[in-house]
């Protein structure tokens, strides 16, 4: 299921990673912040209002997890894409309360900057990717799905796993953008 995403995807951050990632961004600025890390096998999320440490949680879903048990095609099919998408709801539904309004949200994910490339957003060192683009991309996702054509997206399970976690994250916990960071 390769695809253009990094090699180093395979294992989740440590806590004290995650943690020392956030503290890092948090210097950059002020109000609510989130770190998210999705790995090949879990998702990590670091969250917090900016004044305290944050409440770090791991979530047993992530792109590989999620291609490998419900992607039988590719690209997945309309019913592959519905199913994963209720999963997704249910795995992130006890993260809601964690989220303050309007957090800054962050990346360091290879795939976010993969998706913000795709959705057009180049040109500089972090990249920010807002949720109307990757409605877009998952759209063009969801049209691939009915006509089973890839139209210019990545030919990998993985990267459409990814695509629908990032999509359901920014709507469910109401994210207007997401920045890659380095």
Do not use: K
Not at 13 to 34: N, W
Not at 55 to 77: N, W, Y
């Amino acid at each position: 299921m390769g695809g253009n995403m990094s090699a180093d995807r395979d294992t989740a951050l440590s806590e004290h990673e995650l943690r020392h990632r956030y503290a890092a961004l948090r210097a950059v600025g002020q109000g609510p912040l989130a770190v998210l890390q999705i790995s090949r096998n879990v998702m990590q999320v670091a969250v917090g209002d900016g004044s305290a440490a944050p409440t770090v949680v791991t979530v047993g879903i992530a792109s590989h997890r999620l291609a490998h048990d419900h992607f039988r095609h590719q690209p997945p099919r309309e019913a592959e894409l519905e199913e994963a998408i209720m999963v997704v709801e249910d795995a992130i539904a006890p993260l809601r309360p964690l989220f303050a309004a309007d957090p800054i949200c962050y990346c360091p994910d290879p795939m976010l900057r993969e998706i913000a490339e795709l959705a057009g957003v180049t040109g500089q060192a972090r990249l920010t990717v807002s949720r109307e683009a990757v409605e877009h991309l998952f759209g063009r996702l969801a049209d691939a799905a009915q006509r089973r054509v890839l139209a210019g997206l990545p030919a990998s399970a993985d990267f459409a796993a990814g695509l629908l976690i990032v999509r359901e994250l920014m709507h469910h916990m109401g994210l207007v953008a997401i920045s890659t960071c380095e």
